[in-house]
């Protein structure tokens, strides 16, 4: 699991929990039961509305995307990568056909099964940037999800508000409960404006943050496939690869710290 992600989350809340208790707030009146049902309710039925089922079954996906962490060893990827170019120097490319066939990352399989089969290079090439595109596409769609939550989350918790307020103007004739009503009904604007910029809206930023990453390190491996169908030195294939590694590394490095 992202640690980050969690504490994230966790922090921001607390932050807004303590501020309203240190200002003499009861946390008891935090707790709005038909206001979280128009704000979060709400918002997933605009949700459901916005997409169609196939693109909202793959939440689940969306979810271990943002909260999982990540798996892929560059590094290791590199060395990899050197290591056929050198095979594919020495023994030609059918050498690499067992490879092909074994290797665990799906986009190095395509890759090479393609250079085995004695694919050319700008088709090779073409293909597999469509594949880095239908990557890149899907992510996009998966932060699409929580950008809408993100937008309409705000909106029904006004929504709330408004019906909370109605309900107090008509009990005008009770003076004395005003007060208490009237912040009851701005709860649901706290719930939606909170769950916006505390959940929706960094899912959707750190979803497409980790797409990035991924799609950085698929273009880094079509760089090196396209390296090893060309036989390079292995040295050079490493110090050419090397330069899609730093903001990655200082990305690994800092998560690292915090897991």
């Not at 008891?28 to 206001?35: D, S």
């Not at 290791?76 to 092909?100: F, K, P, V, Y």
């Not at 649901?188 to 990035?212: D, H």
């Amino acid at each position: 699991m992202d640690i980050t992600t969690v504490i994230g989350i966790i922090a921001g809340f607390a932050a807004l929990i303590g501020g309203f208790l240190w200002e003499g707030g009861e946390a008891g009146g935090l707790l709005q039961g038909a206001a979280a049902l128009i704000v979060f309710g709400g918002t997933a039925a605009a949700v459901f509305v916005s997409f169609p089922w196939r693109r909202l079954r793959a939440l689940p996906d969306a979810l271990k995307l943002a909260f999982g962490s990540r798996r892929v060893n560059a590094e290791e990827l590199i060395e990899d990568m050197a290591g056929m170019a050198q095979t594919a120097r020495r023994s030609g490319m059918l050498a690499l056909e067992r490879t092909a066939e074994t290797h665990e990352n799906p986009f190095m399989r395509e890759g090479l099964g393609l250079i085995v089969d004695g694919g050319d290079q700008p088709l090779i090439r073409q293909i597999l940037e469509l594949e880095i595109d239908k990557r890149q596409d899907k992510y996009d769609g998966y932060a699409k999800i929580f950008e809408s939550a993100g937008g309409y989350a705000p909106t029904m918790g006004i929504i709330g508000t408004v019906m909370g307020l109605v309900r107090v103007l008509g009990s005008l004739t009770e003076p004395a409960n005003l007060g208490s009503s009237i912040a009851v009904a701005f709860i649901a604007t706290l719930y939606g404006v909170a769950s916006a910029n505390l959940i929706f809206l960094p899912i959707a930023s750190k979803i497409r943050a980790r797409g990035e990453e991924e799609v950085q390190v698929m273009e880094m491996m079509l760089e090196g496939l396209l390296s090893v169908q060309n036989a390079e030195n292995p040295n050079l294939v490493r110090k050419k690869l090397a330069t899609y590694l730093d903001d990655y590394r200082e990305d690994q490095a800092d998560g690292a710290e915090l897991r």
